[in-house]
């Protein structure tokens, strides 16, 4: 296990050098910079990279990541991140990002009892109640499949509804809010077709379902 560790050190060490190598001043330009144009609100699962998926280095992407890419009005950890992004770093683009073949989504259908997260996973169940309709009738695969868009989707809603984004916009100050799929068997990001950069257009994303992409 302390061989494990210190692979990581080690890795550390050689990408060191890999930046250096290409930038000799990546890292003293990276201190003086956090200036993202973006924050990603994406599932903490391990296959889904944020920069490496979009293609942007360090600094240039603010990054918020859960179990099941959840936006709760009770969850201050996910609003504080918000404020600080849209508020203090001024980014223009908010995206939710979710993700095909989502540990927490799986987990979330089973309703088998895993501990404490099944108190987090409640939410994801309550998207699955809310579109019943939607997934009636699908397999199993194509259901879980479904649940992902249609949870990125309501996140998206939540997201439109934090005060943060309500007051930029009633300030006038521009921010949109993206709604994203991320496939692991193929690595293509896929827009949900669900921005909003208004409060009308907020209202307009009440009950309206992503187009089924997968």
Known sequence: MKNDIKTLFRNNRDWVASVRSADPEFFRKLVRQQAPRYLWIG??????????????????????????????????????????????????????????????????????????????????????????????GLGRKAAEDRLCELNTAEQVRNVCRTTMLERAWDEGRRVAVHGFIYGIDDGKLKDLGLTCSSRAQARALEGRRPPRLS
């Open 43 to 136: 599932c903490a699962d391990s296959r889904v990279p944020a920069n490496e998926i979009v293609g942007l280095l360090p600094g240039e992407l603010f990054v918020h990541r859960n179990v099941g890419n959840v936006v709760v009005h009770t969850d201050l950890n996910c609003l504080s991140v918000i404020q600080y992004a849209v508020d203090i770093l001024k980014v223009e683009h908010v995206i939710v990002c979710g993700h095909y073949d989502c540990g927490g989504v799986k987990s979330a259908m089973e309703r088998k009892p895993h501990g404490l997260i099944d108190n987090w996973l409640r939410h994801i169940q309550d998207v699955e109640e809310k579109f019943a309709g939607d997934l009636s």
